[in-house]
């Protein structure tokens, strides 16, 4: 567990590392906070560590023609694990249209089989303590959604099998998806004396 705590830790470091490399001294980067459209949880009724997570973000006008620099989603994961422990939560991007009242459990769901990208996903670690964090570097799916004019249904988190994971308690309280960019198209009238 310290081993996977520590490639955690770098993990994190990284992302911090990457975010002052890409941007040091640069000033026409510029950062957008995209919006949770929907969310939905759902759960094994008979394996309760066995869930999803759906996230579905709004994608504004703005990050038309743009390149994504760096995309780092953040999610507070609630269990109901009582002892600190490191969790792997997989991040792949859904390819079906969805919603939060039509998802329920089923083979699918539990694949990924015909729902989502199995080949495109990222990989983060959540301390399951009652409100683990989860932070991931998503900038491949969110590059994509913009760059190859990909459909964006959202993400699906979903514990690895790397040992037995807690139940999921309920909803991610807190859901942030920041995103650096360059080369955005302007819209709207340019400004006096461009």
């Not at 567990?1 to 975010?19: F, K, P, Q, S, Y």
């Not at 089923?106 to 399951?128: F, Y």
């Not at 991931?136 to 590059?143: M, P």
């Not at 308690?169 to 006096?192: C, D, H, I, K, N």
Request: hydrophobic fraction near 40%; charge should be negative; aromatic fraction near 6%.
């Amino acid at each position: 567990m310290t081993e996977r705590l520590g490639e955690t830790v770098r993990h994190v470091v990284g992302v911090a590392l990457l975010v002052a490399t890409v941007f040091g001294g640069q000033t026409h980067a510029s950062t957008l906070d995209l919006a949770l459209e929907e969310s939905a949880c759902i759960a094994d009724p008979s394996d309760p560590g066995s869930w999803r997570i759906l996230l579905r973000f709004e994608i504004p006008d703005v990050l038309g023609g743009a390149a994504v620099d760096l995309a780092v989603l953040r999610v507070e994961v609630p269990t109901d694990s009582q002892e600190a422990r490191e969790v792997s939560v997989e991040i792949f991007p859904v390819t079906c249209v969805w919603s939060a009242e039509g998802v329920v459990w089923g083979e699918e769901w539990q694949s990924g089989e015909g729902v989502w990208d199995a080949h495109r996903g990222s990989i983060g670690s959540v301390i399951g303590s009652e409100q683990g964090e989860l932070r991931a570097d998503v900038t491949a799916i969110v590059g994509r959604w913009l760059r190859d004019d990909a459909e964006a249904h959202g993400l699906v988190l979903a514990p690895s099998a790397g040992g037995p994971p807690p139940a999921l308690t309920g909803p991610p309280p807190e859901v942030s998806l920041r995103v650096w960019y360059t080369g955005a198209q302007r819209s709207g009238p340019s400004p006096v004396g461009d």
